[in-house]
């Protein structure tokens, strides 16, 4: 990237030490310069070509070196990539292999691998920049030179971003920051802070990465540098949109049938978000206007284009496309321009879609997709050819071309795969398998599904770092690739079948899809892999340790909901298929979930869990009558998550479902280390605030009630720790878990669970416990290799209303926290009737024969003889471990 050098290859006093080149030489040279940065580049190209030859008379190696590395890059920026390829590589071998005695050879050698860097960067050659920018930095550090370090490991994080390695760049910037602080602000500085927060908002720390973006901004408005400017505005924009984004509640509904890797979403539009999105606009206007760089320019109108599509203003979308349109036809090809021209044709198949207007035509859009490809090729540069050809691809997709759809996204698929680029092959695996369901090959559509979720896996980590040009988010470009595979998987029955009935590999395989879109679901929320420990198998607890327990695994598809049974000791799985679509399903499951926080709507609860009771539970009755079950594990999907399966109602025989049997659910097929709980050793950190708070814009009502739970809790654990209202912070917290190996702990305070994480939380006195503060804290257990928390209690905390997926919160920190059991509430319950259920719990926990799955039950029981009401009873939840 030229601008982290100075704008002409080397600064102007550089070229003054080198005493080697002749008076009319170094005139070429500072003429070349001029003509280089006021644009006319092929005039510049004229005069450095005679100063090379100049160079080569005089038989001066190091003055034609020099002249070749800038000539390479006035011939990147015509877009003339053999010629700049040439040259660079020329003076490279001058530079390495002529023995030049001169004190300024290193520094020359490393400015020129800079260039070359800068070069094999927009050629797609990332990992051959990341070497070159290696080779200069440790030049730079022989030579003590602070800035060209700097500069060369600010180029390296660049590298590590288009590999999608953002945490890697992250940490290769936040090694710089010392360096930074001991320099005067300068351009480096300013572009070594934009890196910065560039990477911030894509691993999503959005707060960090606006606030140091704007360090960057106010360095560059101070040095008055326009390039710099615009630049960091660009950024500014972005970081505002993913913060817009961050508002955005998960829109409800979970029919990912017709998605495919290029398709169009349009959102809602919350109040919230509206601030942040007017802010990016008001960015990418001023990067517009303030930008030296035509490509700049159009990256930050195609920002602009997409938000003006999301507040659905066809017209000025229209009018912008125009301007985009013809700009892109003046600038030479690269790869920021190859995605530039791939973003503007699928933002325009979103306006197509959005308007059913004439113009642009299919075919006009496909054109800019067909020169992309040409462009590409024309640069080698593999990576953006194999994601326009299946951009391509899909456009034929959208025009029932399926032939030529099928065609060329077999050729971007291949491509992508030979060069590894696993992010770009899984899209076009999913579109592939997409279009052979539409032909009617369902073995080929879920071999091709099944590729498209084996990348996924390998992509693990890198998930969230998926290349920023291909913007996607986790529910509109992962999730529908598990969905439409378990889908694809429920319904295709083998062919050499004689009746309609689902294989025992593909209902096994369509279970283990499942567990693993809820992993990679909670490695999104937290962006970054977050089960660590050697998990164990839930069939081999039901067959092994607890023979009395079953697993049930609902799955909500568009059209029907089905139920996969894992009974103890029986190697194939049930399957039962209930006719109702999603929208019926979830509409259901969101009246009841408002109607359980409602004391006064007992009648209406038992209505709609009736329902629910009649989907899952009644068709396996007999089954689990027949094994005498005592304790239901669910693996719930989607909504479900939000309703305690404890509240079901059987309306024949006038019972809750807990009536019936223990109840647990587990975050996916997977426990961690599951074991009994050690009743004889129980040893308690019991924490909560009571009092009225007021922290960080949040009002928290008092507790009223906690203190008289914490008291029946000391009697039930006498070996305990407390920490109470001014006592309960962070650093207090810190301090005890470092002291001792708990195995319970108890936090009754005001906590919020949410998809968002930073709207996850828990209350101390002092601040608000995020959900990765939170995890951190409690693993610090584990660094000291003591015993893992056994139970982790959290009382008095509630799910997010309105977020039909606040339960991955929860999720989050029952399985971040390395607990084994968690017990949580889905309402917050201040009431007498806590303390009741918490004494009675921690009472049954004492009896050795008695699960946590049981004990929870039992306490329940009590409550619900006592009070009646399912909104006082029913909110305890436990994950993972039930035994």
């Known amino acids: 990237m030229a601008a982290l050098l100075s704008v002409w290859g080397f600064s102007v006093p550089a070229f003054s030490q080198f005493t080697q080149i002749q008076p009319n030489a170094q005139l070429l040279v500072e003429q070349g310069r001029k003509l280089y940065e006021t644009g006319e580049l092929s005039q510049a190209v004229i005069v450095l070509q005679q ?159 606006f606030k140091v973006l704007q360090q960057s901004q106010d360095i560059a408005k101070k040095l008055q540098s326009p390039s710099e400017i615009s630049a960091t505005v660009l950024s500014l924009g972005n970081t505002a949109v993913a913060l817009g984004n961050r508002q955005l509640s998960p829109q409800n509904g979970t029919d990912f049938e017709n998605y495919t890797p290029l398709h169009c979403i349009n959102r809602p539009v919350s109040p919230e978000s509206v601030k942040f999105y007017q802010q990016a606009a008001q960015f990418y206007k001023e990067a517009v206007t303030t930008a030296t760089s035509p490509l700049l320019q159009i990256q930050a109108q195609l920002n602009n284009l997409s938000l003006l599509l999301n507040f659905q203003q066809w017209s000025q979308a229209k009018k912008l496309s125009s301007q985009i349109q013809l700009k892109l036809t003046k600038i030479p090809p690269s790869q920021t321009t190859n995605y530039a021209q791939i973003h503007f044709a699928q933002n325009l198949v979103c306006l197509k879609q959005a308007t059913n207007a004439e113009t642009p035509s299919w075919k006009e859009i496909a054109e800019i997709l067909a020169t992309s490809v040409q462009q590409a090729q024309s640069i080698d540069d593999e990576r953006s050819v194999a994601y326009a050809l299946g951009a391509l691809g899909g456009l034929y997709l959208e025009n029932q071309d399926l032939f030529n759809a099928q ?111 809820q992993l990679a679901e909670l490695e999104n929320f937290f962006r970054e892999a977050c089960l660590k420990a050697a998990p164990e198998q839930i069939d081999q607890i039901v067959d092994k340790t607890d023979t009395t327990a079953a697993v049930i695994y609902p799955i909500i598809l568009a059209d029907c909901l089905d139920i996969i049974l894992k009974l103890p000791n029986q190697a194939e799985l049930s399957h039962y298929t209930i006719s109702k679509k999603a929208i019926e399903v979830e509409s259901i499951l969101e009246k009841l979930q408002q109607y359980l926080r409602q004391p006064d709507r007992i009648n209406d609860v038992n209505q709609l869990s009736q329902q629910i009771y009649s989907w899952l539970i009644q068709p396996l009755e007999s089954e689990l009558k027949k094994r005498s079950i005592k304790t239901l594990v669910f693996v719930l999907d989607g909504e479900l998550r939000n309703i305690p399966m404890a509240v079901l109602y059987d309306n024949k025989h006038q019972q809750y479902l807990i009536q019936k049997y223990a109840i647990s659910l587990a975050p996916g097929l997977q426990l961690i280390e599951p074991k009994s709980l050690q009743k004889a050793q129980l040893n308690g950190l019991i924490a909560g605030v009571s009092e009225q708070r007021k922290i960080e814009g949040h009002s928290f009502t008092p507790l009223t009630n906690v203190k008289l739970e914490l008291q ?19 650093v207090n917290l810190q301090n005890q878990i470092k002291k001792a190996p708990y195995t319970v702990v108890h936090i009754a305070t005001h906590g919020e669970f949410s998809s968002n994480p930073d709207k996850t939380f828990i209350l101390t006195w002092e601040q608000l416990l995020k959900a990765k503060d939170f995890d951190n804290l409690i693993r610090l257990s584990e660094q000291r290799e003591s015993k893992a928390i056994e139970l982790l209690v959290l009382s008095a905390c509630e799910t997010a209303q309105g977020d039909n997926r606040a339960t991955l919160g929860l999720a989050g920190i029952a399985i971040r926290a390395g607990a084994r059991s968690t017990l949580a509430t889905l309402w917050a319950v201040d009431d007498e009737s806590t303390a009741e259920f918490m004494n009675q719990f921690y009472q049954e926990l004492e009896n050795s024969k008695v699960t946590k799955a049981e004990a929870l039950r039992r306490a329940q029981l009590k409550l619900l003889t006592d009070y009646k009401i399912p909104y006082l009873w029913a909110p305890y939840i436990l994950i993972g471990n039930w035994l």
């Open 51 to 209: 100063a090379t030859d100049a160079f080569n008379l005089q038989k001066d190696k190091l003055g034609k070196a020099i002249a070749l590395s800038n000539l390479s890059l006035i011939f990147k920026q015509l877009g003339q990539w053999k010629k700049a390829e040439a040259a660079i590589t020329q003076s490279l071998n001058l530079l390495k292999n002529s023995h030049l005695k001169t004190e300024n050879l290193g520094l020359i050698l490393a400015q020129t691998l800079d260039i070359q860097g800068n070069l094999q960067l927009e050629l797609g050659k990332t990992e051959q920049a990341l070497d070159s920018w290696k080779q200069s930095a440790n030049i730079y550090a022989q030579t003590g030179d602070e800035v060209g370090i700097t500069r060369s490991l600010i180029n390296q994080s660049m590298a590590q971003q288009a590999l999608g390695l953002y945490r890697q760049a992250r940490t290769t910037l936040e090694e710089l920051q010392p360096r930074l602080e001991q320099q005067p602000d300068s351009l480096v500085k300013a572009t070594a802070l934009r890196s910065l927060g560039d990477v911030l908002q894509l691993v999503g720390d959005l707060e960090l990465s």
């Open 712 to 730: 029946q809790i000391r009697s039930v654990i006498p070996k305990n720790s407390e920490l109470i209202n001014q006592t309960f912070t962070k």
């Open 407 to 517: 065609k060329l996204t077999e050729q971007a698929l291949i491509l992508a795969q030979a060069i590894k680029a696993g992010d770009i092959a899984y899209l076009w695996q999913w579109q592939l398998g997409y279009i052979l369901k539409r032909k009617g090959n369902m073995a080929g559509a879920i071999a091709s599904y099944t590729e498209a979720v084996n990348t996924l896996k390998y992509l693990r980590n890198d998930l969230i770092a998926l290349n920023s040009d291909i913007q996607f988010s986790f529910r509109d470009n992962i999730e529908p690739v598990y969905r439409q595979l378990i889908d694809l998987l429920l319904q295709y029955s083998s062919p050499v079948s004689t009746k309609k009935s689902i294989s025992q590999k593909n209902l096994k395989q369509a279970r283990d899809i499942l567990e693993t879109l």
